[in-house]
């Protein structure tokens, strides 16, 4: 019995040293998380409230971030950026399908880490497009989306959803 105990206790402890502390959500409009890549893409955006339009006739190339505080005390803590998520609407007659590339830079080897994901927005519908990110020991702290966004599609809304973790050193 007092093993088993002191089994317990010893996990307990372990769990509460290793857990993730806290997350976030930063939720941006696609007006003013995304920009055009070019001038002319950029020209090509109608920014409103309710989101960046592609109001040109053909695909534009937009990047889109939202800048993450993180206060770290290397090597032990990290923020991972865990989902990025589009909410996306498409204004034309037929369905559209919008491609974005997320590269995150780690802070650890191996340097840029592609992730490509690809939606179709049916024809006067929403969509949201869920990019997730692997998840390693050195964390995401910086990141780049890039899409082509078709004649009439709306990028309403950008979220990321972060969460810091405290990595303890294991003797």
């Known amino acids: 019995m007092k ?42 955006l109608r920014k409103r409230t309710s989101g960046a339009t592609n109001e040109s006739t053909t ?25 990025v998520r589009l909410a996306l609407f498409n204004g034309a007659t037929a369905s559209r399908n919008i491609g974005c590339r997320l590269v995150r830079f780690n802070n650890g080897p191996g340097g840029p880490d592609p992730v490509i994901a690809n939606v179709t927005v049916p024809r006067n519908g929403r969509a949201v497009m869920d990019i997730r990110p692997d998840q390693d020991r050195h964390g995401q702290t910086s990141f780049a989306l890039t899409c082509t966004i078709p004649p009439l599609m709306t990028i309403e809304r950008l979220t990321l959803d972060t969460r810091d973790f405290q990595w303890m050193p294991m003797e």
Request: glycine residues 2%.
């Open 3 to 44: 093993a088993t105990h002191a089994l317990t206790a010893i996990l307990l402890v372990a769990a509460v040293l290793s857990a993730p502390a806290k997350a976030a959500r930063v939720e941006e409009p696609g007006s003013t998380a995304c920009v055009g890549n070019t001038a002319q893409d950029d020209n090509a």
């Open 59 to 83: 695909s534009v190339v937009i990047t889109c971030s939202v800048p993450i505080v993180s206060l770290m005390i290397p090597p032990n803590d990290s923020t991972n950026v865990v989902r």
